[in-house]
């Protein structure tokens, strides 16, 4: 059976981003990012919310063509150009994305489905949001949270019933 793995960064209070989901007080080193390598090895899916996705599919499909691409960007575009997509959502369609498969409802039986085809894990990274409702149906088989040493104040939860 596959595991569905969350992957996120959080300040020491609790908050997944800032008040406009600003990630500029993330600390990002390759530690992190040969971690995250060795987990993406494991992996065949992500999974993401409607608002990471769209941040991921502006991102990833180009970053290994930048002049300025880093080992982790070529290494990570072409996981994310292999890996299958799901995403959390009720506005977006499938028809439009490669490899992607839209949840719109039915959460519980959905994901359980996934988890059950043959494969390798899937993998949460950030989508608060979503994480959240995962969170709730009990889906989430192991978190991986990278706490960084800045106290926002106030943002975007990581976990809302926590806050």
Not at 73 to 97: C, G, Q, T
Not at 116 to 145: C, H, V
């Amino acid at each position: 059976m596959r595991h569905l793995i969350f992957f996120m960064h959080a300040s020491l209070d609790g908050f997944a981003g800032g008040p406009n989901g600003e990630l500029n007080w993330i600390n990002i080193n390759d530690e992190i990012f040969d971690f995250v390598g060795t987990m993406t090895d494991k992996a065949d899916a992500g999974l993401y919310g409607r608002v990471t996705f769209g941040m991921m599919e502006s991102y990833w499909p180009s970053a290994a063509d930048q002049p300025n691409a880093t080992k982790h960007d070529k290494e990570h575009a072409v996981w994310y150009k292999n890996a299958h997509k799901i995403v959390l959502s009720k506005s977006l369609n499938e028809k439009d994305f490669q490899k992607t498969t839209i949840i719109r409802d039915q959460l519980k039986e959905n994901i359980n489905k996934l988890k059950k085809q043959d494969g390798k894990d899937i993998l949460i990274f950030g989508s608060p949001s979503a994480s959240n409702s995962l969170l709730e149906e009990g889906l989430i088989d192991e978190f991986w949270l990278f706490v960084n040493p800045v106290l926002l104040g106030k943002g975007i939860p990581a976990f809302k019933k926590c806050l």
